[in-house]
């Protein structure tokens, strides 16, 4: 069974500086990765998606997102943060055969500090 | 843009009542999901429909229902609501895969329900 694990359940950083989320997931074939982030209040929006080719994908705002297979591993980075990023973000990870299915980790609370 | 709209932000019900939730999407998206989101365990599927009439369960099923009549519209049912089923739901919403492994799912703001 597929599996997604975010360590990180609360993460505090100073506007300005750099980013790394966690997340590790278990899939017995290719897996199809996907960053979402929901604000205060709000439903989730995708920030980024790996399917295939390119292991760095680039996303909205300023994030990217590295899939290395050999540490099953597809963690979430942003150069610079704004205080706008304070947020819940989630890692999820879908199965084969195109059914549309989700995977959601646990999610990781992003607090920016002044 | 997709819009997916949820017919309450809040919701507060008693226990063992009828609730429906109510999700619309104006995109003509033939996926449809909900899913309840719990402090700590992230989002849980709990039902979905691939094309009006077909449901499937997802991950949670147990005392919930669904409905899909119409492409737009998906209803989630709680039979009989219970305190433990005090939770945000979300719906979202995806095309068909079209020579693409998957489509983006887009959500809806959710519905906060508190069982008494």
């Known amino acids: 069974a597929q599996s997604v694990t975010q360590p990180d359940i609360h993460i505090t950083v100073s506007e300005g500086a750099s980013l790394e989320l966690r997340c590790n997931y278990s899939y017995g074939a290719t897996p199809y990765l996907f960053w979402y982030v929901q604000s205060p209040g709000q439903g989730l929006q995708l920030l980024l998606k790996y399917f295939s080719g390119d292991t760095l994908v680039q996303g909205i705002k300023g994030f990217e997102a590295e899939f290395k297979r050999s540490q099953s591993s597809f963690n979430l980075r942003k150069p610079s943060v704004h205080w706008s990023d304070a947020a819940e973000y989630f890692c999820a990870v879908g199965g084969i055969g195109g059914n549309e299915k989700l995977t959601f980790g646990t999610g990781t609370r992003l607090t920016i500090i002044p | 843009d997709v819009k997916v709209t949820q017919s309450s932000r809040y919701l507060v019900k008693r226990t063992g009542e009828k609730v429906f939730l109510e999700c619309v999407q104006d995109m003509d998206h033939e996926n449809m999901f909900w899913y309840r989101q719990d402090p700590g365990l992230g989002l849980r599927l709990i039902y979905f429909s691939y094309d009006v009439k077909m449901k499937e369960k997802g991950d949670i099923p147990e005392g919930y229902s669904v409905s899909r009549e119409k492409k737009e519209r998906f209803s989630l049912i709680l039979e009989s609501a219970s305190t433990n089923q005090t939770s945000m739901y979300l719906c979202?919403?995806?095309?068909?895969?079209?020579?693409?492994?998957?489509?983006?799912?887009?959500f809806g703001p959710g519905t906060r329900l508190t069982v008494l």
């Open positions: 979202a919403s995806s095309s068909l895969s079209s020579g693409k492994p998957y489509n983006e799912q887009f």
